[in-house]
């Protein structure tokens, strides 16, 4: 069950027949298809074969057998008659009607031959593919290590989870929905805590963050602030940045460098700012370094429900729900669209990507980047 969520490093090639021999999908008569041509037909019953058993002998013409389901068809027998078809005494069974030769019968082979790759390498673990390596008798397989990803809050402001916020502060909000982000990405949050925004204090925090992990996520200090101090300390630990501020919206103040090839993200200190770029920028390297084939999330052109604006010069990422529609799905903003305002992350099924000076009218196609399955939901 470790292995559960995790990316497979290895191809799993069945070393088995499943099912390992024809066997009855209900509970019934085990037949010779052609010894029903009758109608009716009058067959001895022989044996009985149950799940986990073998049959005692072949069958021959003019025979029959009880068989369960899961049971092993014996030799002779290709068909298999539901018992609710058939009228019974124990010791004779009358069928009427012809029974066609694999009725009711899961063949040989039917799920995987011998050989056969069952599950890729770059692909996530699942419950099916839980149950398909017990079945081939897979106690262990190779997978990918999880990335370990260092997160700082940095802010004055913050007091953090389990204490007081004293005057002038709030909660830290950006440790926890990051630290969950790294999990649902497939790796492994190592919280670094909350540090003032102090220089020195700041750098210490991230030589500790970078000796620890194979990627560091910083949130706050990295726009253009007095005490926008982050930049300057990923500098001093012998980082290299390699981009500052993207057009979008929410999510100007992004920062990405890397530190002996180890990647840096500083993502802004508003909420919502940080989840967003964090499902851009950084879920995507993490995906990768987790091994998986597919890094991106899936997207859908739909019809906008109602009228969705994005004002201003840059790219905006918007939360819209995903309501079921005429022939599929159509999208509405969750309401106001502050970079404050969590809760609109909370009802967000999606991110409608939406041009500079833009506005989509009702009905209008939207491209959106899904953030959960379109399962049914409280809102």
Do not use: C
């Not at 149950?131 to 999880?146: E, H, I, K, N, P």
């Not at 005057?167 to 982000?181: D, V």
């Not at 992350?345 to 506005?359: F, K």
């Amino acid at each position: 069950m470790a292995a559960l969520g995790r990316v497979l490093a290895e191809p799993i090639v069945s070393r088995s027949l499943i099912p390992p021999w024809a066997n009855s999908s209900m509970d019934g008569y085990a037949v010779r298809a052609r010894d029903t041509r009758g109608d009716p037909v009058e067959l001895a019953v022989v044996g009985r074969i149950i799940a986990g058993t073998l049959p005692s002998r072949p069958l021959r013409a003019g025979e029959a057998m009880r068989i369960f389901t899961g049971a092993p068809l014996p030799e002779g027998a290709d068909a298999v008659v539901p018992q609710e078809d058939v009228a019974a005494d124990g010791e004779r069974v009358t069928i009427t009607g012809r029974v066609a030769a694999g009725a009711f019968v899961r063949p040989a082979g039917e799920d995987v031959h011998v050989g056969d790759v069952v599950v890729q390498p770059g692909g996530v673990i699942g419950a099916a593919e839980v149950g398909l390596l017990a079945t081939l008798g897979y106690a262990q397989v190779r997978v990918f290590r999880r990335p370990r990803v260092a997160i700082l809050s940095t802010g004055n402001e913050l007091a953090d989870l389990g204490t007081e916020p004293g005057p002038g502060q709030i909660p830290n909000t950006n440790t926890y929905s990051l630290m969950a982000q790294v999990i649902e990405a497939g790796a492994e949050p190592i919280n670094l805590g909350v540090v003032p925004d102090h220089l020195e204090a700041i750098t210490e925090r991230l030589r500790w963050g970078l000796a620890a992990a194979d990627v560091l996520v910083t949130s706050a200090g990295v726009s253009v602030g007095e005490l926008d101090l982050v930049r300057e300390a990923l500098e001093r630990t012998g980082a290299e940045l390699h981009l500052w501020k993207v057009s979008m919206r929410p999510g100007k103040p992004i920062t990405f460098g890397t530190h002996a090839g180890r990647p840096v993200f500083g993502l802004p200190g508003n909420p919502v700012s940080a989840m967003v770029t964090f499902e851009l920028f950084v879920r995507p390297a993490l995906r990768r370094m987790a091994g998986a084939d597919s890094v991106d999330r899936p997207r859908l052109r739909v019809p906008a429900l109602e009228m969705i604006a994005n004002p201003g010069s840059r790219r905006g990422y918007l939360r819209v729900t995903l309501t079921p529609d005429t022939g599929g799905y159509g999208a509405r903003l969750t309401g106001d669209q502050g970079s404050a305002i969590l809760r609109s992350m909370v009802l967000a099924d999606g991110l409608a990507v939406v041009a500079p000076d833009t506005t989509i009218a009702a009905g209008e196609p939207v491209d959106v980047i899904l953030l959960r399955s379109l399962e049914p939901r409280s809102r």
